[in-house]
């Protein structure tokens, strides 16, 4: 076990071999699909099952780890060796999960920092990652911390949806609250400000939408170094056509990296609903 251990959330989107590899500690959400409860991931609640759920008209919700749970978490890693714990997670405008965190580091025998993204999906799981990296290089906890901090505000969160019904039944609709009503009927362009959804755009046609989220990706990508993860709910093929569009366009910012392409986390999933298509370019930091 390191002296130092990174922790996050299940909505952060490391795939688990990669968590595994890096040795970052992730702690399931959790989703209630009519009278079940599951843990989002693979062995409970999957996006599959969530966008099923969806269109079938189930009742789906989510909720946030409780303050013991993560407790739980810190104290077996105080006890399998770690000194310290960087526990980074979704935004806390949009989860609870960064306050069960903070309420959680206060009850146990080991320091935590607790770091809210002001991001969702791979943009808090980029942050996760640029902590390991710089814990990796010889850094020190509080480099590695504002590392994430640096990385998750560097990163760009964009996303259309086929309809904002699902975001204003989960009250996570935060800025693009005033398109509702006709904007219903179109496709939203969606990005994440200050931890909430704003609205970017209003277009006609899956199709436009996902043509002006790549011109966008490219702009935000602009001369950087960049990773970029591509995401979709029950839209596989789209999120495909993006991904290697993307892949082309901007292949000198990847630098040989491979651009992930995947279907979003349950959780979000739940709160996006069927058709969603997402990106994040999140810009490369230099290490020390």
Avoid at 58 to 79: C, F, G, K
Avoid at 191 to 196: E, L, N, T
Wanted: net charge negative; with cysteine; glycine share 10%.
């Amino acid at each position: 076990m390191p002296r130092t251990v990174i922790v996050t959330d299940s909505t952060a989107s490391i795939p688990p071999e990669q968590a595994e590899e890096r040795g970052i500690v992730v702690v399931p959400l959790r989703v209630v699909i009519g009278a079940q409860v599951f843990d989002e991931g693979v062995d409970g609640a999957t996006p599959e099952r969530v966008a099923k759920a969806l269109a079938e008209f189930v009742p789906v919700s989510t909720s946030r780890p409780n303050p013991a749970a993560m407790a739980e978490v810190y104290e077996r890693l105080a006890r399998e060796g770690a000194k310290e714990i960087i526990s980074i997670h979704i935004s806390g405008e949009m989860s609870g999960t960064y306050e069960s965190a903070q309420l959680a580091a206060k009850q146990v025998n080991v320091k935590v920092t607790c770091i809210d993204s002001r991001q969702v999906g791979a943009s808090t799981g980029y942050a996760a990652l640029s902590a390991a990296d710089v814990l990796d290089a010889g850094g020190t906890v509080a480099e590695a911390a504002q590392a994430a901090r640096d990385r998750a505000g560097a990163a760009t969160s964009l996303f259309y949806v086929d309809t904002l019904e699902y975001l204003r039944r989960g009250g996570r609709i935060g800025a693009a609250a005033a398109i509702l009503g006709g904007a219903l009927s179109v496709k939203p362009l969606l990005s994440i400000v200050d931890g909430k959804v704003a609205n970017l755009e209003k277009v006609r046609t899956g199709a436009k939408a996902l043509a002006r989220l790549e011109d966008l990706a490219v702009e935000a990508a602009a001369s950087q170094s960049v990773d970029i993860y591509v995401a979709h709910l029950a839209n596989h093929d789209r999120a495909e056509q993006l991904a290697a569009t993307l892949g082309d366009r901007l292949a000198d910012n990847l630098e040989g990296r491979e651009l992930w392409c995947g279907e979003l986390g349950a959780v979000p999933g739940a709160h996006v609903g069927p058709g969603m298509v997402a990106v994040c370019v999140a810009p490369r930091l230099p290490l020390g």
